[in-house]
């Protein structure tokens, strides 16, 4: 449970979490369930460098990317959002997560530099929202996406 003791009444107001480790391709996806939204549910959940401000949501500044709940808007290092989905409320569930290449390698096993080896830096970003109604029908890599997708 991750708990925000911040005062929240201003979009300012900021409380960011990250996680110790980035995601990966055995781990590259994660929710978190709106227990409390607060009085405007200003909450951003998104992927963001390792050395992202503490005091800015996700998505608003360079490298990184985040979905926010209050207004359904997506941000791409920047503070001006793109209309994506529906706002969020209590009791929704919010998911962020990776669709890396089947080639991608996120080790490398003999010491090589990623530099020399141009294939491990090949990551899509490629974001989908997907409606609460749709039923997924297992992770096939061939299987077709479904939702809106953004570059």
Partial sequence: ???????????????LAQARQPLCTRSHYFEVE???PGEKCYIALGLARRDYP???HPGWSRGSVAYHADDG??????GVGDPFGPRC??????????????DYEDEVDDGEDMAENPKQNRIQNVLYLNDEDEEEEGDD???????RKVM
């Fill in 54 to 56: 503490k005091n800015r």
């Fill in 141 to 147: 890599a061939e299987q077709e996406q479904e939702g």
């Fill in 1 to 15: 449970l991750l708990e925000y003791v911040g005062k929240g009444k201003s979009i300012m107001d900021v409380g």
């Fill in 89 to 102: 409320f209590e009791g929704d569930i919010m998911g962020c997560g990776i669709m890396f290449p089947r």
């Fill in 73 to 78: 808007k997506i941000f791409h290092g920047s």
């Fill in 34 to 36: 709106i227990v409390d």
